[in-house]
């Protein structure tokens, strides 16, 4: 097993738990219709259901938030991440808005619309969803060892360079709006991008023209893998990893709600084209609000121009990665699946592999998320069939590649023995794997249906 990293920090301030008993998670599943998102948070012991927003902040950035200057233009903060923007990313101009998918509205319809395309190593759901709301199409070119579960390899994220220039022809290099790099990348477990990746990419778009956007939520943790995987960079710091990443794309849109440690935030960063810049902040305007505060509270502001220094100190990251391989070793010791190597911000149970018994149709990823709540009230999503829905054509259940149950973990929240919870109920579920049974669905909205549906276990 492999040792914990200590965290770098202490406790200054609690929040108390519920400790529930496995008749008031019976209860409270009843209750939800067996849907997570409709599971009272205050009925959840460890809550994994994403890391996003869920972050615990600093008494520096708690300080910085009485400190935010509230004026509506000019205000002190804004300045204040301005230059933390472009002290870190390197890039001239840097904008706030309200969170990730908020950057995506504001400077996508300016690259997108009508017959456009937009590549990416693999999209955000948003992300995909705001480009198609641009007009254009979106097309994902992972690459292949990124589908393999069991495959280690160090940058499963990577785009897929040859297939991308490829697709560039096929489609048109006229047509390609933007190319979006997603480190790291989210949709394939959180698994890290290479510099190499990021330079071969920038050059064949270079090459025809086509500008490319970094997709930066969680620059930091792709940061740290790199200096820990990429063998010319294991001397560097990771400010000047950072600088490097971000030389080879023309603009960043980012969640701060992941690696800047806060609790909402976007951030949009252009390299230095003044006036496709102009048009963002016509669209952060119209959008968001005005320039200096883009949708945020002058607390909010201070709190990320800090909260980005934190997420890049490098002791904090081998703490943060380092519970991302604790978890991971553990399962390991007990022959648990998930996508290997553990990525950055969760660990992706291959619930295909854990519960074989349970076809597709009848979400094995959904049911593991409901047995490991009523285990222990963890709580973790469904990225698999339930999360994909039905073909819009024909109304049948798509099959999807993957069958995860995503266990998020929120930045600086919880401790070792909370990790060890997590994985005990893990093994304890994969002991009675043949007698789980899978789901069925009894009510589904129209679009993005796991967020709201009612299922039934199936007797
Ligand atoms: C979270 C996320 C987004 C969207 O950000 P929000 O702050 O949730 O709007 C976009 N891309 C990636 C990779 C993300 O993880």
Redesign the pocket.
Known sequence: MKKYVPEPFRIKMVEPIKMTTREEREEALKKAHYNMFNVKANMVYIDCLTD??TNAMSDDQWSGVMKGDEAYAGGESYFKLLEAGRDIFDYEFIQPVH????A?KVVFPILLGEGKYAISNMF?D??RAHVELAGARAIDCVVEEAKDPSKIAPFKGNMDVEKMERLINELGPENVGLIVM?ITN?SAGGQPVSIENLKQVYEVAKKYNILVDI?A??FAENAYFIKMREEKYKDASIEEIIKECFKYADMFTM????DAILNIG?LIGVKEDAEFFQLVKGNCISYEGFVTYGGLSGRDLEAMAIGLYEGINEDYLAYRIGQMEYLASQLDDAGIPYQKPVGGHGIFLDAKAILPNIPYYEFPAQSLAVELYREAGIRSTDIGSYMLGNDPDTGEQIESEFEFTRLAIPRRVYTQAHLDVIAEAVKNVKERADEIKGLKIKWEPPVLRHFQAHLEPIE
């Open positions: 996003s927003g969170q990730g998918r908020a995506e955000f948003t992300t997603t989210n997709d939520a969680r969640s701060a709600k992941k976007g």
